[in-house]
Every structure is written in C-alpha cells, then in structure tokens.
C-alpha cells in the first residue's frame, strides 16, 4: 500500500525507466514521452520556483483515451503522477514528487463550442483562461473569473486550484463558474460530474469537491463553463489616502452600503512606488490607493459611483480620480496588474503570500505585518484583493544571501498564521501545494485532517494523484507542533520569533 | 443550550457507532414529501439545535446552527437590509438552515444569483467516526483543504448531521420589479435566455400561464433604465409570484396530482408527453414542472433521451437521486459516503449508491 490514510503518509518506489518509455510508447506517439533532462527540465517548477525536482518522464497525451491509459500504467505500476497545465500556479502545486511521472495536458487546447443562448462553453482543460472570453466576445459575453496569469495560465488548472481575480468580487470564484466537468479517476475511468448543461446535478456536490482539489482527486479533462453577459460599461475610480488605516475603512464602508463592485484592490507605498516606477500610471505616491471599479449600464454606475464618492471623502481620501474614459480605466488598472512583476525589478527575489481575513481585520492585520517586517528585516510590499480580505503581501529578500529564503519562509508563515488566528485562512485562491502545507498544519486539526486523507483514500485508494500536496501527514503536523513548544530546539534559533 | 445540543447530537452519534445502528437525521420535516420515508428506529432530531450564533452585515456573512428556521434568518437579515444571496425554499413548513443545505433546493434566481452551495462558506459537521469536522470559515475566499462545505449540498444526511453554516449574504436590492410578455412556450424559453444574455439586471425569469416572467433587481436607477428598455406589462404581485413559486405555494403546485420536476438544458425544446397535464417553467428554461394525475413513469423516456433528467418529486414513490445517476457517478458517491460514514450508519434508506 502506498498511501495510509490514518497517517497520510506516502511511499512509492524505484521503476525501471527504459520498461515505462517501452510501455507508454506502445499507445502514445514517441514525441509525447519525453524522459531526457532538456525535454523535462521545463516541468521541474510551477510559478514558485524556489522549488523545483526534474521529473523522470512526462507524458503529453492527446486523448481523453490515452490519459486513460497512462492513469491505468501508473495504477498498476503505484507510480504517481502529476497533472499539470500551464505551470502558472504560485503553490509547487505541480512539483514532481519522487519517481512520478508529470502528465502535460498542453494537447487539450481546443474550445469544443460555444452555446451563446445557454452562455456556456464546453472546453479542454489545456485552454487558457483568456482564450474562452476572446472567443466569447463576439457574442457579447465572457468568462468572468481573471486571476492576473489570465493570458497564460489554464482552466484545468483554474478548476483544480479554484482560481480567484480581482472581479471575483462580484462575480465568484472558478467554483461559482463552472457547471461540468469530465475527469479521470484514479481507476481510469471517465465520469461526468456536475449538471453541465443541467443547472442541478443528483446527490453530493461533487463538483464543489473536485474544484480546488489540486489535482489530488481525478483528472480534469473536459470543463463546461458558465459565461456573462459583458457589462455595458465600466468606471473605475483611484483614491488616495495618508493613512493605511483610512483606506481599511473605506473598504469595509462601500461593502457595506450594499455596492458589490466588480474589484476593489488596494495597494500600499511601496506597491505603488515599485508600480508607478515601472509603467507610469500616474499613481498618487501616498500611503495606500485603493482602485474601485463599477460595472453595470451606465444609470446604475452614475448613481453607485456617486455613493462610493461620498464613502470615500468620508474616510478622509486626500485626492479621488474617476476614469473618464476607457483608456483611462486601463491605465488605471496598468500598475496594479504588473504590480508583480514591478516589485520584482526593486528586489532580486519576493514571495508572494495569498492569506485571506475578515475584511474587519484588515487595519490590524497590515499594522502587525510592518512590524514583521521590522523585526525580519525583510521588506514587505502590499497589494491584495481587498474587497474579499485576500492578502498578497510580496516579502522582498535575496535567494541568493545565505539564510535569506529561510528567513522570507519564516516571515510568510508567521503572516499565515496571523490570518489564521485573526478568522482567516491560508490561501484565498493560490492553493497550498507544496509550499503551504505546514500552515495547514495550523488552520486544521487532526479530526479534518484525517477527514481529508480519507476522501483522498476513498477516491484515489493507490493514492497515485499528486501525491504529497495539499493536505500534510499527522506525522508532519505533530513534528512541527513539537517544534513550536519546545522553542530552545527550533531550526533557526538565532531568528527573532512572535 | 446549544453547546448542550452539539453535545446531544453527538451522544446520539457516538451511540449509533457503538452500538452499530442506523439513525436517521431530521429537521422539520417541510421535504419529506420529496425524501420519502428515510426514518429509522434512532432519530436525530435537529431542530432543537438553533440559533443564529455569529452575524455581521458589514461582513455580509451569517454563521447560524443547522436547526434554525430560515424564517427566522431572513427576518434577521431583513432587519439589516440584507437577505440570503440566493432564494432559498423553505416551502409550507418551517423549513431549516441545514435542511436547506442537506436538500439544496434553490428558488428561481438559480441561473443568476446561483444555488444554495454558490453562498456557503463553512460548515461543521459530525462524521461517522463520531469527530466533529469544522470547514472552510467565515470569509469570502478559501482554498485551503478540500471543499467539504459545499460539498454538502445535496448530501441528505448520507455524511453526517450538519451541526451548523456560514452563508453569505447580501444587501436587498434597492429595487425589485417584474414584467411579464404574453407569448407561447417556444418563443418564451428564446426570449428568456436572450434576456439573460444581455447586460441587464434579471434575476430570474419562468414562463407561468402563458407570459413570460421577468423579474429585474439592483438600484433604482438600473432596474428603471432596464424597464424601460423592455416594455413589458408591469405584474404588481411579482413579489408574491416568486416566492410561491420557490416554497411551492403558487397556485400552480396546489392540489394532489403528482408533481414531475425535470431538469433540462435550458434552451431544448422537449418531446412532452402528449396525455393530460399542466406546465410551469422556470430558470430560464433549465426547470420545467409537470402537473398531472394522467402520467406515470413510462411517459418520460422521450425526454430522459434528450439529457434531461426527470425526478417524481411529490405524490407516490419518489425519485431518489441515485436512480439519476451512472453506475461510475454512484462509484464516486459510494466512495465519498464512505470517507465520511465507514460503517454507514446516517439515513441508510437514503444512501442507495450500489
């Protein structure tokens, strides 16, 4: 047995290379097998690249029938493997494990239709999330989830770690969006889940289960997708503030009053510094700025846009600018869409956290993650999805400084438990993967745990499906409880801890 | 009081396990017209453990035990400005908060404000280990372990009693207006699903007594602008309408014929038995109902081949959601119902996955 779920422990072991190539090749062409290192060094990583393991062999099969047939090599020879899309995922939720084999799906790229009058898209799993609403456009509609790898990332891989964006806001989550699924179980058998073009499915929801399941449960082979109507218009507005805390309290007033805006995001000095300095959006250098968007016909922005004004001046906003044009949304949007990649430019290397708290607890949660930051030595940038609580704090620090990763992992994990205990959770849309499964270790007990391992054991029995990801072992839980009592022996124990 | 109610339950569960015997979960019993008879000799009851245990309208979240009625949650809300994100039946009786999640009914917004398992944040459950499970919270996105909360949607007790749940909520609109256009059933579902696919604020929309229903929701000045564009007669009672139409009040659900509940992609048009009955249609077309005292079972094979699903859903022997499904989506049931309840103990009459 290779997985034991009253422990959650995995163990798989040594096969023969030559004998796997010779048997895959016998229902898959020879350039979908790749085993050299110059072929599968591209799939050693995801987007968290800190961690990475070359893969023995990847398989890029073609058909829903070959993935079939690999899933029933890998049952039969207990070999794990890992499924994998565009490799954009910020959580190592694809790093291979010890001899698996990574399954590419980079050959399911086709939109098999689109149904205008039911808006719905019936898709493959390789194509890529901003793909199904440019082919929509012409029909006046889109497909609303946009987590900001948009143009490269997905919808298999959105499904299996249930994607967020900044319009999730009002429009949900990949979860709230998706209304089927084909996948293959761990037998290999194919099986429709969710109603599809039926609104309601019978019995359990397993839709809901397998979205954000990151890929431990079944392999997504076909999505059917809910699409929207485009607005007719949107208007963004931009509003500045002194003071981080004022910015904290406009977010929970617009909530409040009962306006759902399409996103609500905030960023903070140095995220908006590092922004502006890279594509000159003209940004307010202040304390914090948070960007507003309304979406709707026109009467109804008119008359939100004027209430979110008012909200605004109310919590002290020092400067507002509405969009008058929609060039000018876009250029509104321009920093805080590459804020990434411009905090990137001002430090060798950042981590990138993805917490989730009450939005109540916002004031509070940025005030103790700057002294984190004192205290670590680590700079910390803020640019997060504030309308829904998801944090993105972007711990600046140097890879290539001894003890610097370590120090960035430890600041990470000291932020995710703040979430954690201030009502939150650990991961608002990244998935935890590899990189957050000691948090889990704080955000549930062992009753939930051993609740997880059992759905694993009940569906995946072998337990060949991305072993290792997601939800960690007791065993790894009681160590790091141990660690956290017995504070003289902690690793690191020259590193301030709080 | 409820830490004694969790207690209790749990007592119950803990001998159930011990004792290797069945127990049936019950709430008010407002579905037992659509469950069937499901009770054992050993019966949870949980409408004694209620109460509204964490609401913040600034949060737009509530946290309330599984025994609460939904009356008494939407009066709360109401007393804020806010209601439950989609409509959720609570039909005659004084139906509950977990019942509602465990029977995953939802009323006529389905196609846009989405289902009862579209809102849920959390849950806590009792499993059949007898350990009490605690998922998802009370925040708006969370992706860390399996989405066991939604996954409950449906679940009729087969994986434990639900002990309590946070839903999101969201403000009332400040407007609500509903049209109606006379025209037949084919162009009806047409007009509906282009309706649905234009940027307007419909919130629902169901083909009753020959006109086409729309219901429009958001500001004012939204909801007058869509009016406006739409030109349709104004139906003064829209209010009423909707809501018999999600408790099964409406005139329309009145009376003993058996009630046929099909789900269908919305916009086919379906091989409708030509013997006697009576036709209301909502979701856009995704939600047809049959009235009739003329049709049995036999008379639906027609419309079962064009992938719809047809449920006998009140009068005679009810479907059960087993009998809709594959033999390799039963696998997958009887694999999750056993990851919960090992020694299938929770409403076995209802858990006919083999």
Not at chain 1, 486 to 494: Q, R, T, V
Request: proline residues 5%; aromatic residues 6%; hydrophobic residues 40%.
């Amino acid at each position: 047995m290779s997985f034991d779920p009253t422990s959650g422990e995995f163990e798989f072991s040594e096969w023969d290379l030559d004998q796997a190539v010779t048997a895959l090749r016998r229902f898959l062409r020879e350039e979908d097998v790749l085993y050299k290192e110059s072929q599968t060094a591209p799939y050693e990583c995801d987007g968290l690249s800190a961690y990475t393991r070359r893969p023995r062999l990847v398989v890029l099969p073609q058909t829903i029938d070959q993935v079939q047939q690999v899933v029933r090599y890998c049952k039969d020879h207990n070999i794990p493997v890992i499924a994998r899309g565009a490799g954009t995922g910020l959580s190592g939720g694809v790093l291979p494990v010890e001899y698996s084999i990574v399954l590419s799906l980079a050959r399911f790229n086709r939109i098999h239709r689109i149904d205008s009058l039911q808006r719905l898209a019936v898709v493959d799993p390789g194509v890529r999330n901003a793909a199904i609403s440019e082919a929509a456009a012409e029909f006046g509609l889109y497909y609303a989830p946009d987590p900001s790898s948009q143009i490269a990332c997905t919808i298999g891989g959105n499904v299996a770690e249930n994607a967020g964006g900044v319009h999730c806001l009002k429009y949900g989550l990949t979860v709230n969006n998706i209304l089927g699924l084909k996948i293959i179980d761990s037998d290999g058998d194919l099986i429709e889940i969710g109603g599809g073009e039926l609104m309601e499915a019978p019995g359990f929801d397993l839709l809901a289960l397998m979205n954000g399941s990151e890929g431990l449960l079944g392999i997504i082979v076909e999505i059917t997708v809910r699409l929207i109507p485009r607005p007719e218009a949107a208007q963004v507005v931009l509003a500045a503030f002194d003071r981080i805390t004022d910015a904290g309290d406009a977010v929970r007033d617009i909530i409040s009053s009962g306006i759902i805006p399409a996103g609500l995001e905030m960023m903070d000095r140095m995220a908006i510094q590092a922004a502006e300095d890279f594509v000159h959006a003209d940004y307010p250098i202040v304390e914090a700025m948070l960007l507003c968007e309304l979406d709707g016909t026109r009467a109804e922005i008119d008359q939100q846009m004027d209430e979110v004004k008012k909200i605004l001046q109310a919590c002290n906003a020092s400067e507002i600018r509405l969009s008058q044009s929609e060039q000018q949304r876009m250029l509104f949007w321009s920093g805080r869409k590459a804020a990434f990649p411009a905090v990137g430019r001002i430090s060798p290397d950042y981590y990138c956290m993805d917490g989730t708290i009450p939005r109540k607890e916002l004031s509070h949660v940025l005030e103790r993650i700057a002294e984190m930051s004192q205290q670590y030595g680590l700079a910390c940038a803020n640019v997060f999805h504030a309308g829904d609580g998801n944090l993105h704090p972007l711990i600046l620090y140097d890879a290539n400084k001894d003890g610097d990763l370590e120090k960035a992992e430890h600041f990470g994990s000291d932020i995710l438990r703040l979430c954690v205990d201030r009502g939150g959770t650990i991961t608002g849309e990244h998935g935890v993967g590899i990189e957050k499964i000691d948090s889990m270790c704080h955000q549930f007990q062992t009753p939930e745990l051993l609740q997880f391992h059992a759905i694993k054991d009940g569906l995946d029995p072998a337990g060949i499906l991305n072993p290792g990801k997601a939800v960690p072992s007791l065993h790894r839980c009681a160590e790091l409880g141990a660690m956290h009592v017995h504070h003289g022996k902690l690793p690191h124990s020259d590193l301030p801890r709080f | 009081m409820s830490t004694d109610s969790t207690q209790h339950i749990h007592d119950q569960v803990r001998a159930a396990i011990s004792n290797a015997s069945p127990v049936s979960i019950h709430g008010s019993g407002s579905h037992a017209f659509m469950l069937g008879d499901f009770a054992e000799s050993s019966r949870i009851d949980m409408t004694a453990h209620s109460g509204i245990i964490d609401y913040q309208p600034s949060e737009l979240t509530i946290k309330a035990r599984a025994g609460t009625a939904l009356a008494e949650i939407n009066d709360t809300l109401a007393e804020k400005g806010q209601r439950l994100a989609t409509e959720i039946p609570r039909l005659s009786g004084n139906a509950t908060f977990g019942g509602a999640l465990a029977t995953g009914l939802t009323g006529s917004g389905r196609p846009f404000l989405g289902a009862v398992r579209d809102h849920v944040l959390g849950a806590g459950l009792i499993n059949g280990k007898g350990e009490i499970i605690n998922c998802g919270g009370q925040v708006m996105k969370n992706v860390a372990g399996y989405d066991i909360s939604r996954l409950l949607a449906g679940s009729r007790g087969n994986l434990g009693p639900i002990l309590d749940i946070t839903l999101k909520v969201l403000p009332i609109p400040q407007k609500q207006l509903t049209l109606a256009f006379a025209m037949d059933e084919t162009a009806a579902i047409e007009t509906m699903n282009k309706m649905a696919g234009k940027p307007m604020p419909v919130t629902a929309c169901a083909y009753i007594g020959g006109r086409l229903h729309l219901r429009l929701e958001g500001s004012q000045s939204g909801v007058d602008h869509a009016a406006q564009q739409l030109a349709g007669d104004t139906v003064d009672n829209g209010a009423e309408i909707w809501a018999g139409l999600s408790n099964l009040s409406h005139d329309f659900f009145t009376g003993d014929a058996t009630l046929w509940r099909i789900i269908a992609p919305a916009t086919a048009r379906l091989p409708y038995p030509d013997k006697d009955h009576e036709r209301l249609i909502d979701w856009c077309g995704g939600l047809r109902w049959i009235k009739s005292t003329a049709l049995d079972d036999n008379d639906f094979g027609a419309i079962r081949r064009v992938g719809a699903t047809v449920e006998r859903f009140r009068g005679g022997q009810t479907t059960r959601p087993a009998q809709l499904m594959s033999a390799l989506q039963k696998k997958l049931h009887r694999r999750v119902k056993h990851a919960f309840d090992p020694k299938l103990l929770f409403n076995p009459a209802l858990s006919d996955f083999d």
